[in-house]
Each structure stands twice: as C-alpha cells, then as structure tokens.
C-alpha cells in the first residue's frame, strides 16, 4: 500500500495556441548504446462538455513509444485569462507503455464558458510536458436543477454509529463477476483464528515487520488492536509506547494478512475479492484493503483518506493502473460501503456496491498470486493529515470474502 497524493502540480504558464506539445523526447540508451526518444501520445481525453454547477472527473489515456515511469500525469485546464483550474487528483508515479494508461482524476466544477483543457505529464528531471489542446465548453445550469438522485436502498440497513450490523451471505447470484463461487471468507462471527488463518503483528510488506516509517505510516501491529463484536471487527488506532527509527510516535493499530499463517492462503488470478467496510472518520486515518508477495505483487482494492471524504483510491502497483473513484453517495466518513475487485489476467476490475467502476486494461497476468491484507494505517503526514492527538481512530469490516 503505497502513498500517492492528491496535489494539484504547481505548474506556471499559459498554452500557446491550441496545439501543445505531444512530448519533449527523453533520452534512453538503445541496445547499441544510442540515444533513443520517447514519445508520448495522447489517445483520449474526457469529458468532451461539462455543465456549471456540476462536478465532473477527467480522465487521460495515454501510450509510449517505450516502457517509463512519469512522475505525475493529470489534466490541465486554462480559462480565457489563462488561469489554472486544473482537475484535482492528479497521479503520481505513472507507468507509460506502448500498451497505453489511463488515468482518473478527482471531481471539480466549474463556470459556465470555454476552456482550454490538456493532458500533462511530467518527467523525473522535474520538466512538465503538455499534450495536444482542445476546447473544453462548460453549458450554464438548466432552469430547474435536476434532483440529486437517491442511494439505492440496501437490504441491510446502515447501521448507526457504534452498532456494527452482519450483513447475510449473498446468493451467488448477487456476486457481481458471473460464473464465479464463494472458494474463502472472514464472517468475522468469532474470534479472529491468530495463527491457522490470521497473522496480525507482522507483514512482509513492512520494512521492519511489524512497522514501516519508511512508507510515511505511523503503525506499529498490534493484534489486540483488531476486535470481534457483533460480526463485525473494529481496528482501533491508538497513541503508541513505541517510538519509530524516524523519531515520531507510532500509533498501535491492527492488521489481518494471510501470510505467515498456518493456512496461507492466496488470492490468485481470476478470483473475486469483496468486503464491506465502514469507512472512518478519524484524521490520519488509512484503510485499505490490498494484497502483497514477494516485495509487490499490490493491488490496491481501496484506499481512504477522511480529508478527501468521498474518494477511493484504485491501484494496480504491478502493471500501472490507477482511479481516483468519487462517489458522495457511496463513499463517505462513517458509511458502510462494499468494495470488490477482479484480478484479471489483462484487466483488474474494481466494484462499488456492485456496481463497476472501473477496468484497467492492464491486469496482473495469468499467473499472479499474493496475500491479502485488510488494515488501518495511520499518516505520518507527507501526503495526507498526519495522525494525532490521543482520540482513538476506529475502521470496521462485516466481512471479506474470496470467490473463484
């Protein structure tokens, strides 16, 4: 699980003309040793036209010439002025291949008028480079504002604050992915099983195994720090005895993986994970639900930060793929949301409330397999609002389940 933020680039100028650049080459070493270029190329962007008043996201594919890593990539957007109103949410650390990326960004509104709008991308010298312009016209409101629309009611009422509520095992019918039958699940009924199914005070994916500053989180694993009550386990965060290598407190919170334990199990490609989780309130707060083997093999089926409310961050950390999925009716502080995802061969598919939410394109191969991990983290503060204080902070989940 590793940071991304959600900066918008600092970046100073005005588009000349409609036209920008496709990309300043970059210089790699051919197999005889000469320089060879990188092109990039921009194949789609959207949206085509927003109306005022309205949030929308932008999303930019792109392809490469060959195989690099961008140290960001977003979508600008200029008024007649020349001000910068680029869209929120911008992604960092991005593969380009030829196979070509996409990336989402986060939510914005803006006035009725045109625009010139533009997908950017910038390399590790720090340069920024922007892709072919186009007009962007933003329509005024209607007369009569269309009414927000109303969450689909679940069979399972949203609980209230502090009363965890089951969730009954959905017919197969109800698994968004076809063809696919439950194979492995945490009911979370009873006690979490320490050892034969759990491991809770350590991870691989930890520098030191049971923390890892290195990755801006103030955790120290605790396994006390997971409970059962109800069906539902609560991870609670709190102020801890330990200091880490970096000189900041760590914060005891709790973590489940497979790894380690007696079983090991793995999820593999093809399979279907889902869970459904209550998302947290508390600052610094980090859940996630995603996977880790051998030093990767990560795929984010969600991450959540409280200071961007209504926002999951989707990661595919083996083949590049990233989301930024915003949703004010699903996703918030304090809400019960489900959450799957399927670890296709050439795309991941992610699933809000059964509902799809995005594809990838890129997948995790025909023969990916990791452990799963279901945690709390908690923010150092380098890319989101550090943890602090001495309030507990608190993450629940109903359930995970793996069908294949």
């Not at 390399?123 to 186009?134: K, S, Y």
């Not at 604050?161 to 439950?182: D, E, F, Q, W």
């Not at 059962?228 to 330990?242: N, R, W």
């Amino acid at each position: 699980m590793r940071p991304t933020t959600l900066a918008t680039p600092a970046r100073l100028g005005v588009l000349a003309g409609a036209a920008a650049l496709v990309g300043v080459p970059l210089a790699a070493a051919g197999p005889a040793g000469a320089a060879t270029a990188t092109t990039v190329v921009q194949d789609r962007l959207a949206p085509a036209g927003m109306t005022a008043g309205t949030a929308s996201t932008a999303s930019l594919t792109l392809h490469a010439n060959r195989c690099f890593t961008a140290k960001t990539v977003g979508v600008g957007i200029r008024d007649a002025a020349g001000a910068n109103l680029d869209f929120p949410g911008s992604a960092s650390n991005v593969r380009v291949c030829p196979g070509g990326t996409t990336v989402t960004t986060a939510a914005r509104t803006l006035p009725a008028g045109s625009y010139t709008q533009f997908g950017f991308w910038q390399d590790t010298a720090g340069g920024w480079h922007n892709l072919p312009a186009r007009t962007l016209t933003v329509a005024g409101a209607t007369a009569t504002p269309t009414p927000k629309p109303t969450p689909t009611p679940t069979s399972t009422p949203t609980p209230n604050p502090g009363t965890p509520t089951p969730t009954p095992t959905p017919a197969p019918s109800a698994v968004p992915v076809p063809g696919k039958a439950l194979t492995w699940s945490e009911e979370f009924s009873g006690p979490i099983a320490w050892g034969s199914k759990w491991t809770g005070d350590r991870s691989s994916a930890y520098r030191y195994g049971s923390h890892n500053p290195d990755d801006n989180k103030l955790d120290w694993l605790a396994p006390s720090a997971v409970t059962v009550s109800g069906g539902v386990a609560t991870f609670t965060a709190t102020p801890s005895a330990h200091t880490l290598e970096n000189g900041k407190q760590a914060w005891d919170t709790g973590l489940l993986t497979t790894e380690y334990s007696k079983d090991g199990f793995q999820v593999r490609t093809g399979d279907y994970i889902e869970a459904r989780v209550k998302l947290p309130t508390g600052g610094g707060a980090w859940p996630a639900l995603w996977t880790w083997k051998d030093g990767n093999n990560e795929i984010d089926s969600f991450e959540y930060h409280p200071d961007n409310p209504n926002l999951l961050e989707l990661s595919n950390r083996i083949r590049s793929g990233l989301n930024y999925h915003t949703d004010a009716n699903a996703v918030a502080p304090d809400r019960w949301v489900t959450i799957g995802t399927y670890y296709g061969a050439d795309s991941v598919d992610w699933y809000v409330n059964g509902a799809k939410v995005f594809s990838d394109g890129t997948g995790v191969g025909a023969n990916w397999s990791a452990y799963p991990i279901l945690n709390l983290s908690l923010s150092a503060g380098q890319y989101h609002p550090a943890a602090s204080g001495s309030a507990p902070v608190s993450f629940s989940a109903d359930y995970l389940r793996v069908y294949r």
